[in-house]
């Protein structure tokens, strides 16, 4: 019986990876990645040389049949990874493991990196009960989902482009009110993170002064949250 390991590889520095999954990786009869050149560098710089597939959202529904497949019927260890991060947490990765279990086979997540939890930690906003979001829809469905988290009482955490935090931020003003605590979390584990905290407003007056770069972890506290203290000024 073939084995699916889910291996989280860093957010951002290389050294943010366990002894347990570079063993994995060396390991592996094949890994599974999201952009095999994207985890060709982590692979080179700790020297490992298993052979890669490619496995993203544009070809996951074709190649999961085939995958699931060759792991049983050859008793393969492989090893599923995401550019960055735990695969399916906002990644590919669900469709397989559910279809890996739904065939028998044993199904392995390792712990290791995901952007959210440092994020939420270094916010300061409440972390003992959060929501995790991901992406909000791009178009259908985004407004009624914000209107639906207007009474959230948990830290809602979002991940966001660069291109669109302003925008976001502008939503999420409208939906929970201006003077709601939030933080910007970004480049987590990256030489130029950051996290700016503040109010919404004072977070949409700081990227609109501020070009928003590198990738987001977004947070804004429920409706329970107490205002910040110290607004960074």
């Given amino acids: 019986m073939g ?21 994995i990786l060396r390991e592996a009869d094949f890994i599974l990645a999201e952009d095999t050149r994207t985890t060709g560098n982590l692979l080179k710089h700790y020297d490992i040389h298993a052979p890669m597939f490619s496995h993203h959202k544009f070809n996951e529904h074709q190649t999961l049949g085939h995958t ?15 550019d960055a991060g735990t695969p399916s947490i906002s990644d590919p990765g669900f469709l397989l493991v559910r279809e890996a279990v739904r065939a028998g086979l044993q199904v392995v997540c390792l712990p290791g990196a995901t952007a959210f939890v440092p994020a939420l930690v270094s916010s300061s906003l409440p972390s003992e009960r959060f929501v995790f979001e991901g992406f909000l ?12 988290l207007g009474e959230e009482p948990r830290t809602m955490i979002f991940y966001e482009s660069p291109y669109r935090v ?11 009110g201006g003077e709601r605590p939030a933080a910007a979390a970004r480049e987590i584990s990256k030489l ?6 503040g109010t919404l407003n004072e977070l949409i007056a ?16 429920g409706t329970d949250c107490q205002p910040f203290v110290d607004n960074n000024e």
């Fill in 206 to 221: 700081h990227f609109t002064k501020n070009e928003p770069r590198g990738e987001f972890v977004l947070l804004v506290g």
């Fill in 137 to 148: 829809p791009q178009k259908k469905g985004r407004r009624t989902r914000l209107m639906q």
């Fill in 166 to 176: 302003v925008k976001t931020l502008t939503q999420f003003a409208e939906a929970f």
């Fill in 68 to 82: 699931v497949e060759r792991i049983a019927a050859c008793g393969s260890h492989a090893a599923l990874v995401s």
């Fill in 192 to 197: 130029h993170e950051e996290c700016v905290r």
């Fill in 3 to 23: 084995i699916l390991y889910v291996v989280p590889t860093p957010v951002g520095n290389l050294e943010d990876i366990t002894m347990r999954a570079l063993r």
